[in-house]
C-alpha cells in the first residue's frame, strides 16, 4: 500500500477512533485543549491519543518523553498527504526527538516534518537530521513526510524502529555536513541499530555517504526494506543505499534485505566507488527487485567490496545474493565485477546484467552449484535447494562421484528414492535439464 492510500484509508475511518481506557487529546491553533503538540504530550499519559488538526506548528525538539502514546495528524482525504506541518524554524535542533527509551508503543502518524536544523550526537560528532532523531530508542512511524530538513531527515543511533508508508524527501546538497538522508548507526558502547521501512519513498536526495540512505552496520545491526522506491538520489559512495561494515556480528547472515524494492534514476558520482543504486560492504539479500536507469562513476547498478574489521582484515561470510531480481539498464559495468562469480552476472550479449535467470549469486558461499545427493542419483543444486529436498549436498564443485551409492529404488522415475513419483521427481529432471550424464536426475554414468 502507498503512502497515499495508507492514509487516506486511515482518514475515511476517521480522526476519532474509539480508545478503551484511554484518552483523547486535541491539538488545534484555536478552541482545542491545546495549541501545541509538546504542551499534549506533556497532559498525556501512557494509553493516550493525541489528534493533531490541520495546521503548521512551529515547534523543535518535540519530545514524548518515552511515554507509549499516539500522536496523530489529520490528513487530507483525497490524496492522503499529512495536513499537520511541524515546522522546526530552521533553528539547531530536530522536529521529533526521541532519546528516552521509546517503544514500538510510542507511534507518530500523518505528520510533515521541515525546518529542522539538526541535532549534535555526544557519541558521535556532528550534526544530524533535522526531521527525525532517535538514539537507543525504537517509535514508531507511519505516513510521515520528511521534506528537506538541514543535515538530513532521519537519524538513527541504536535502537529498533519501524518505518510505514514514509517519504524522505528534497534533503538538500549540503557537500560533506549532510552525510545521508536517512542515517542507520552505531555509537560508542552503545547498542545495535535495526531499523525497518515498507513501502517507503526516497526522491530527490542528496547527501555524501550516499543520497538515500547510509547504513553503518556495527555490532549486529540490520537493515529490512520492503516495496521502497528510490528515485533521482545523488550522493558520493551511492545514489541509492550505501552499506558499510565491519561486520563482526553479522557473519553467516544477511544484515541487509530488500524485498520488491525499485531503484531508478540513482546516481553515485565518487570516482573510487561510485554506484549508481547499492554499494555494500556488508551482507546483502536482494529479492524481487528493479535496478534499471541508474548511473555510477564506478559501477551503474550493484557495487560489492569484502567487510574488513578494526586491523583491516577481511572478515569472512560476507555475500551478496540475490533472487528474482533484475540489474540492468544502468550504466556499465551494472554489477561490480568481483561480486559474483562467472558466468552467473554475465548475460549472453556481455553487458553485464544480473537478471532473474541467475536468480541465486553469492560471492563468498551460500549458492553454488554442488553435487546433491539423494537416494536415487546425484543433481547439481545449491546447498539451500539440496537441503529443501531432503537430500546430502557435497561441497560446491565437487564430482558426483562423491555421493554415496545408497539408492535402493527399482523405478527409474523415482529420483529421489522416496518411492513415490510425483511432483519432486519431476523438479529434479528440470533443475538437471541439459547437464551432462552423471550430474542430472537419477544418476548414472
Not at 516534518?113 to 550534526?127: H, I, K, Q, S
Not at 538530513?152 to 541504536?158: A, F, I, K, L, M
Not at 562513476?297 to 577481511?314: E, H, R
Request: some cysteine; overall charge negative.
Amino acid at each position: 500500500m502507498t503512502p497515499h492510500l495508507y492514509a487516506v484509508a486511515l482518514a475515511l475511518v476517521g480522526l476519532n477512533f474509539p480508545h478503551a481506557a484511554a484518552d483523547t487529546l486535541t491539538v488545534c491553533e484555536s478552541g482545542c485543549a491545546h495549541d501545541s503538540i509538546q504542551d499534549a504530550i506533556n497532559a498525556a499519559i501512557p494509553g493516550d491519543v493525541i489528534e493533531v488538526s490541520a495546521g503548521e506548528y512551529f515547534e523543535i525538539n518535540v519530545n514524548p518523553g518515552g511515554k507509549a502514546i499516539t500522536i496523530r495528524g489529520e490528513v487530507g482525504l483525497k490524496t492522503g498527504e499529512p495536513l499537520v506541518v511541524i515546522n522546526g524554524g530552521g533553528v539547531d535542533g530536530s522536529c521529533l526527538l526521541c532519546i528516552t527509551g521509546e517503544t514500538s508503543a510510542t507511534v507518530f502518524e500523518n505528520l510533515r516534518l521541515v525546518g529542522g536544523g539538526g541535532t549534535e550526537d555526544p557519541g558521535l560528532a556532528g550534526t544530524y537530521a533535522g526531521g527525525i532523531f532517535i538514539r537507543s530508542s525504537g517509535p514508531t512511524f507511519r505516513n510521515i513526510w520528511a521534506d528537506g530538513n538541514l543535515h538530513g531527515q532521519v537519524y538513527c543511533n541504536s535502537g529498533d524502529s519501524t518505518f510505514e508508508n514514509c517519504r524522505f524527501i528534497n534533503n538538500p546538497d549540503q557537500g560533506w555536513l549532510n552525510k545521508t538522508a536517512v542515517y542507520q548507526t552505531v555509537g560508542w558502547q552503545l547498542d545495535a541499530c535495526h531499523m525497518e521501512f515498507l513501502n517507503c519513498e526516497f526522491t530527490d536526495n542528496h547527501g555524501e555517504f550516499a543520497g538515500a540512505m547510509y547504513a553503518q552496520h556495527w555490532e549486529g545491526s540490520t537493515l529490512r526494506m520492503e516495496g521502497c522506491t528510490f528515485t533521482g538520489n545523488v550522493g558520493n559512495s551511492a545514489g541509492g543505499i550505501n552499506i558499510n561494515g565491519p561486520e563482526e556480528g553479522n557473519t553467516g547472515y544477511a544484515s541487509t534485505l530488500l524485498v520488491g524494492c525499485t531503484f531508478i534514476n540513482n546516481t553515485g558520482t565518487a570516482s573510487y566507488n561510485g554506484t549508481g543504486a547499492i554499494w555494500s560492504r556488508a551482507n546483502i539479500r536482494i529479492e524481487g527487485c528493479e535496478i534499471t536507469g541508474n548511473q555510477g562513476v564506478k559501477y551503474g547498478g550493484i557495487g560489492l567490496s569484502l567487510p574488513m574489521d578494526d586491523f583491516g582484515m577481511t572478515i569472512p561470510g560476507s555475500y551478496l545474493y540475490t533472487k528474482s531480481s533484475n540489474v540492468c539498464g544502468n550504466s556499465l559495468p551494472q554489477v561490480a565485477p568481483y561480486a559474483c562469480p562467472e558466468p552467473l552476472v554475465v548475460n549472453e550479449d556481455l553487458t553485464n546484467c544480473l537478471y532473474d535467470v541467475c536468480a541465486d549469486c553469492s560471492y563468498i558461499g551460500g549458492s553454488e552449484l554442488g553435487s546433491c545427493c539423494t537416494e536415487g542419483g546425484c543433481l547439481a543444486l545449491t546447498s539451500a535447494d539440496c537441503e529443501s529436498l531432503g537430500a546430502t549436498w557435497v561441497e560446491s564443485d565437487a564430482s558426483c562421484e562423491n555421493c554415496p551409492s545408497t539408492s535402493t529404488s527399482t523405478c527409474p522415475a523415482d529420483t529421489n528414492g522416496d518411492s513415490v513419483v510425483d511432483g519432486q521427481d519431476l523438479a529434479a529432471v528440470l533443475a538437471a535439464w541439459g547437464l551432462p550424464c552423471g550430474t542430472g536426475a537419477g544418476g548414472g554414468g
